[in-house]
T-cell receptor
Framework: QKEVEQNSGPLSVPEGAIASLNCTYSDRVSQSFFWYRQYSGKSPELIMS????GDKEDGRFTAQLNKASQYVSLLIRDSQPSDSATYLCAVRRISGGYNKLIFGAGTRLAVHP | GAGVSQSPSNKVTEKGKDVELRCDPISGHTALYWYRQSLGQGLEFLIY????????KSGLPSDRFSAERTGGSVSTLTIQRTQQEDSAVYLC??????????????FGPGTRLTVL
């Protein structure tokens, strides 16, 4: 089992719809979770971080965290073609004083007009 | 302010040659990370520096890979005797520092390495 799992997609949604991206993680003690967006040929950029159970909203983006189910998701409302990218879920692992992010393989989102 | 910068942006080398990749983190960031991303794949952690502490080298795939960070700022990733499977985009990230649960990593533009 991978430490962070995502459906590779592609997830195809029509413009204006809600895109739902899901991520599960295996380490129960994880406390910090991140969503990065990566356009083709570009480096990842941070969209959202979430640390507590529940929802966190920022503009058209909502991150949802359920630690009991070890599940984190990203909702994109009113999807636009410019949202088409790969979305990477990352979980922070802190061990022995070291601190690193473990990334999922990413979900490719395609928003079509 | 300036973000993370990396050089070169592209590097083409022949199998067996050594290469050096450079990363300049965001000023004031104490933590620096190197990742590798093969075509169509996720990010693979390579190495992590935090201040003056010993680096976490647990992700380095072989002893051909090494990295150093001078003066707590600029970092160089060195790959010796490159192999074709080393071809990938090498990404550097920096963050304000560990020990803070909200610590966030910011990525540079990457170096695309092609080994012929």
């Amino acid at each position: 089992q991978k430490e962070v799992e995502q459906n590779s997609g592609p997830l195809s949604v029509p413009e204006g719809a809600i895109a739902s991206l899901n991520c599960t993680y295996s380490d129960r003690v994880s406390q910090s979770f991140f969503w990065y967006r990566q356009y083709s040929g570009k480096s990842p950029e941070l969209i959202m971080s979430i640390y507590s159970n529940g929802d966190k909203e920022d503009g058209r983006f909502t991150a949802q965290l359920n630690k009991a189910s070890q599940y984190v998701s990203l909702l994109i409302r009113d999807s636009q073609p410019s949202d088409s990218a790969t979305y990477l879920c990352a979980v922070r692992r802190i061990s022995g004083g070291y601190n690193k992010l473990i990334f999922g393989a990413g979900t490719r989102l395609a928003v079509h007009p | 302010g300036a973000g993370v910068s990396q050089s070169p942006s592209n590097k083409v080398t022949e199998k067996g040659k050594d290469v050096e990749l450079r990363c300049d983190p965001i000023s004031g960031h104490t933590a620096l990370y190197w990742y590798r991303q093969s075509l169509g794949q996720g990010l693979e952690f390579l190495i992590y520096f935090q201040g003056n502490s010993a680096p976490d080298k647990s992700g380095l795939p072989s002893d051909r890979f090494s990295a150093e960070r001078t003066g707590g700022s600029v970092s160089t990733l060195t790959i010796q005797r490159t192999q074709q499977e080393d071809s990938a985009v090498y990404l550097c990230a920096s963050s304000p520092g560990a020990g803070v649960s909200t610590d966030t990593q910011y990525f540079g533009p990457g170096t695309r390495l092609t080994v012929l």
